[in-house]
């Protein structure tokens, strides 16, 4: 049974930061791409960030460009950094893992394993 578990989320005042991290995890299971994602109030889910296997590319949306870094630790672990925080950037998160390709992708049919998704809130 594959397991992908968010951690970090919470309250952060505009202009700080937030540090989400991911963990995937199963047996026989070896997460390719990963990438996250984050739906707001009343609006469908987006694409925030994606990382390829072993971390050598990465896709960013234009909302985060510059804000934003994802890395990847191991082939299960992946974490994102988000300076400048927004109160737009209020969403609950999303991990996304990939078994199909190894390349970094903004599109959520990439992805057959989530997260169950965790809060972060940005105060003005």
């Known amino acids: 049974q594959v397991q992908v578990v968010e951690s970090g989320g919470g309250l952060v005042q505009a202009g700080g930061s937030l540090r989400l991290s991911c963990a995937a995890s199963g047996r026989s299971f070896t997460p390719l791409a990963m990438g996250w994602f984050r739906q707001a109030p009343g609006k469908e889910i987006e694409p925030v960030a994606a990382v390829s296997w072993h971390g050598s590319n990465t896709y960013y949306a234009d909302s985060v460009k510059g804000r934003a870094t994802i890395s990847r630790y191991n082939d299960n672990t992946m974490v994102l950094q988000m300076n400048s925080a927004k109160p737009e950037d209020t969403a609950i998160y999303y991990c996304?893992?990939?078994?199909?390709?190894?390349?970094?992708?903004?599109?959520?049919?990439?992805?057959?394993?989530w997260g169950q998704g965790i809060q972060v809130n940005v105060s003005s």
């Open positions: 996304a893992t990939c078994t199909k390709t190894v390349s970094e992708s903004g599109s959520s049919r990439s992805y057959d394993h």
